[in-house]
C-alpha cells in the first residue's frame, strides 16, 4: 500500500517538474517573456512561438530580416527554432537580436519543449 501511495505521488509531481523552465531560457529572460502575463520586452513576448510563422506579432516591431523571413514563409518549426538557436545570426543574416548561440542539443531540446508547452494567450498546454 505504501508503494501504491509513493508511486502515485511521483506521478502527480512529475508533470509538474517536467513542466519548469529549463536552464537555458535564462538566457532568454532579459529580452524576452512568456506566460499569461507576459509582455513585449527588447524581444518578443514568446507565447504560442512554435508553429507560429516569424515576426508575426502585430504589436512587436520586428527587424527588416524578420520581416523578410515572415514574408518568405518561415515558420517558427522544431527544425527551423533549432537551427535559429544554434546560430542566430547564421539563420537570419541581420537579425538584430544580439544572441551568439547555443550549442548543446539537448539544450536546445529542452528550450524549444518548454517554449512548445505555452499556447499563444499564454496558458499552459497540458502535456
Known sequence: MRFLLVSALCLMVTPVVAQEAPPAFNKCLACHAIGEDAVNKVGPRLNGVVGRP?????????????????????????????????????FLPGTSMAFA???????????????????????RIAP
Open 54 to 90: 516569424v515576426g508575426s506579432l502585430d504589436d512587436y516591431s520586428y527587424s527588416q530580416a524578420m520581416l523578410a523571413a515572415r514574408d518568405s514563409g518561415v515558420e517558427w518549426n522544431r527544425q527551423n527554432l533549432t537551427r535559429f538557436f544554434k546560430l542566430p545570426k547564421h
Open 101 to 123: 548561440g547555443m550549442t548543446q542539443r539537448a539544450e536546445i531540446d529542452a528550450l524549444i519543449d518548454y517554449l512548445a508547452s505555452f499556447d499563444a494567450d499564454g496558458a
